[in-house]
């Protein structure tokens, strides 16, 4: 909060429906800093972010009102004859009203202006379900479908001996994966070294997970995805390289960001970011906007359908692993929090099935305590991914948590053990003080929490903490000094596509928030003092800030 005695009134406070107030409680036990309602799919919403516009008309389907989306989409297609999502949408609501002669045209207009065939068979399945079985339907995705994959492969979860790829089919089908030795070139040699297979299930909305183990460390390989016995790529193998032994000195470099709403023009990113050839992607948040905090019902998966069905996306990830956690506009809506039931609101558990089938982390927290919490490394870097919603209570109460008990204690226990030399630990919201004042929705909203965590690192002496966060939608870096120990610094990052943009504030070592960015981390733990650096890199690929740290300053005295 601001320190100032004159300070401004804080605009945020607690906002939640009625069953968030159990048994007579001022306090819910979830709710948001912001008004509770579906304000971001409204006109003005729709109109200032491309984003918006399609869920709006979506929406407007899902609550019995196809005429209406029609209408909707029309205004936008008067602008833009080629507005791809009005022109889906369209296709969906001709679908509910028995239309299907108008839901196929609308088909081959969206086909027309670039939209891949794959996007009407992702769904959402049950709105689509009379058209993609119609002859006419089935007759233009024979002639424009070029495999049975739809969506993937998304790589994830890699180490120095094993790897994950994530596909979703049309229908369910067995997917097997080969993976080739490579020459000096990086080019595949038909020499086989491992195979997987497992089956996409529509109970996960036809996606499957495919582990390859046995595999050597930093190592290139190539590899193949077969559907139904029958190769996907074509003979074009995608490549991945396995990371450096566990626990042993390497190079790395990762790209993160969060604020990845699906605007076309931004999609871009995805490209820039594989032109500097990562090792891995961190996503830290608000990685496609939903905002509806209910049982899904196909506004969940067409949010995520828009992104994996672009090109740009599947390029990327094809070939560098992905690492996922969710905030605020992914798990239910801004600035929420989520209360520390397991099973309260009825919808929080659905929402995070359906997070779960559209990433490929190595766990999602585990059975007392579901989330997108989990621990990776790479080489002799560990990596700490928290989950900042799921189990986090009401800013206002007493003692609250924005991580829960049984994440904390997990927290506290892997970190402690860790004997990396870099501990990177990664947040979907700045651990800085001020980086969004008068909000308790930052660590500011949990700082007794956030000295406990701190305290942590002091009482067991452990050095090379680095702290990674998103949520603002600009690029940071800050660096919070600490009496009698050395400083944490907070990398930010969190404009990978979004139009809107947060202020830079005083306080920050850099910011950038002129366009669309992400960050980029270079490791190098094979020096003598082990460094990492921090690139802020554009949607251009210009590099605007840069900060090296090494590990003799990330040390207790």
Not at 198 to 208: E, G, L, M, R
Not at 244 to 266: D, V
Not at 509 to 535: Q, V
Request: hydrophobic share 35%; glycine share 6%.
């Amino acid at each position: 909060m601001p320190s100032s005695a004159n300070a401004k009134p804080s605009k945020y406070g607690q906002f939640a429906p009625d069953d968030a107030y159990l048994d007579g409680s001022p306090l819910a036990y979830y709710g948001s800093e912001n008004e509770w309602s579906r304000r971001q799919f409204s006109q003005k919403k729709a109109d200032r972010s491309y984003k918006r516009r399609g869920q709006r008309q979506l929406l407007e389907i899902l609550n019995g009102n196809p005429k209406q989306a029609i209408a909707w989409g029309d205004a936008r297609l008067f602008v833009d004859a080629n507005d791809q999502e009005s022109l889906f949408t369209r296709a969906v609501a001709w679908t509910q009203l028995g239309q299907l002669d108008q839901a196929t045209d609308a088909v081959k207009q969206a086909v027309s202006a670039g939209m891949p065939i794959e996007r009407f068979l992702a769904g959402p399945r049950h709105l689509l379900h009379p058209l993609t079985e119609s002859e006419p339907f089935r007759a233009l995705a024979a002639a424009q479908l070029a495999s049975p994959l739809i969506h993937g492969p998304m790589l994830g979860c890699l180490t120095h001996e094993s790897v994950r790829i994530w596909v979703r089919t049309v229908d369910a089908s067995p997917v097997t994966v080969h993976v080739f030795a490579c020459d000096e070139t990086g080019k595949p040699t038909d020499k086989l070294i491992q195979t997987a297979t497992a089956t996409t299930d529509a109970q996960a909305d036809f996606t499957a997970t495919i582990e390859v183990t046995g595999l050597q460390p930093d190592t290139v390989y190539a590899y193949d995805v077969l559907v139904a016995g029958s190769s996907v790529l074509n003979d074009k193998h995608k490549h991945f390289h396995t990371f450096p032994l566990q626990g042993k000195s390497g190079r790395f470099r990762i790209a993160f960001g969060g604020g990845a709403g699906y605007i076309p023009e931004h999609e871009r990113i995805w490209d820039t970011i594989a032109s500097y050839q990562p090792d891995a992607l961190l996503l830290l948040g608000d990685n496609v906007y939903i905002d509806l905090p209910e049982e899904p019902r196909g506004l969940h998966r067409y949010t995520y359908y828009r992104r994996q069905s672009r090109f740009e996306f599947r390029q990327l990830v094809g070939s560098t692993p992905v690492y996922a956690i969710w905030d605020d506009h992914d798990c239910a809506m801004d600035d929420v929090w989520l209360g520390p039931f397991l099973d309260r609101p009825v919808w929080k558990q659905p929402m995070l099935t359906v997070f779960r089938e559209n990433w490929v982390n190595p766990s999602y927290g585990n059975e007392q305590a579901p989330g997108c919490w989990f621990k990776t490394s790479i080489a002799d870097v560990d990596f700490f991914f928290l989950d900042t919603r799921n189990y986090r209570t009401n800013p206002r109460g007493k003692q609250p948590t924005m991580l829960g008990p049984v994440q904390k204690k997990w927290f506290r226990r892997e970190l402690e053990r860790s004997q990396a030399k870099l501990k990177v630990l990664v947040s979907s919201v700045p651990w800085a003080p001020e980086s969004k004042p008068g909000s308790r929705d930052t660590w500011d909203g949990f700082p007794d929490e956030r000295a406990e965590i701190f305290s942590w690192i002091d009482e067991s002496k452990i050095d090379g903490v680095v702290l990674l966060s998103a949520d603002r939608h600009r690029s940071e870096a800050r660096k919070i000094d600490r009496p009698d120990a050395y400083p944490l610094y907070d990398l930010m990052s969190s404009r990978l596509t979004n139009t809107h943009k947060h202020e830079c504030l005083p306080g920050t070592l850099f910011c950038y928030n002129a366009t669309c960015s992400f960050g980029l981390l270079s490791f190098d733990t094979t020096l003598d003092d082990p460094s990492i650096k921090y690139d802020i890199v554009t949607i251009d690929g210009k590099i605007v800030n840069t900060l090296e740290l090494k590990l003799n300053h990330l040390r207790h005295p």
